[in-house]
C-alpha cells in the first residue's frame, strides 16, 4: 500500500512540473507586450548615403520623426531609441528584446550618431526603433538598408 501511494505522489509530481513547464513555455512564446507607435513614426540614416564609398572608420547619423527620442532607462509612451543593424539579412525576432551583438548595436542613452569601423568591402546598414525595453513597435519602425561600400 505504501508503494502505491508513493507512486501516486511521484505521478503527482510528475505531472505538477510538467503542467508547471508546459505553461512557462506557452508564457515564453506569448513574448513580451509590443507597443504602438504614434502615427507617422519612422527612423531613417541621414548619413551616409545610400552607395557611398567610406573610409575604414566613419560617422553614421541617424533620425528619427513621430518618436520622441528618449533613453532607454527613461521612457514614456510615444517615445524610443536607436538600433543599427550591421550587415543583417533580415530583422530581429519581434516576439523578444532587439538582442545587443556586435551587429546589432543599442544606442538606448538617446544618440544619434556614432562612429563605425567595418573591414573593406560592401556593408548593410540599417535603423530599427526600440521602446523601454529593446522591444520593436507594432508594426515595427525601420529604416531602409542601405549599403556603403568601405575603402
Not at 507617422?40 to 545610400?50: H, Q, R, T
Not at 543593424?85 to 546589432?104: F, G, H
Amino acid at each position: 500500500m505504501k508503494a502505491l501511494l508513493s507512486r501516486a505522489r511521484l505521478s503527482n509530481t510528475v505531472l505538477a512540473s510538467l503542467l508547471l513547464g508546459a505553461s512557462m513555455l506557452a508564457t515564453a512564446a506569448d513574448g513580451i507586450p509590443r507597443s504602438a507607435p504614434p502615427e507617422g513614426a519612422k527612423v531613417f540614416i541621414v548619413s551616409p548615403k545610400d552607395g557611398a564609398t567610406v573610409d575604414k572608420t566613419f560617422t553614421v547619423k541617424f533620425g528619427m520623426e513621430g518618436l520622441k527620442l528618449a533613453p532607454a532607462t527613461e521612457q514614456a509612451p510615444g517615445t524610443g531609441h536607436h538600433h543599427l543593424l550591421v550587415d543583417q539579412k533580415a530583422l530581429p525576432d519581434a516576439s523578444v528584446p532587439i538582442p545587443a551583438t556586435d551587429t546589432v548595436i543599442h544606442y538606448g542613452k538617446a544618440q544619434t550618431e556614432t562612429e563605425l569601423t567595418l573591414t573593406p568591402g560592401k556593408h548593410t546598414l540599417q535603423i530599427v526603433a526600440g521602446d523601454k525595453l529593446h522591444m520593436q513597435f507594432n508594426p515595427t519602425v525601420a529604416s531602409k538598408v542601405i549599403t556603403v561600400n568601405v575603402k
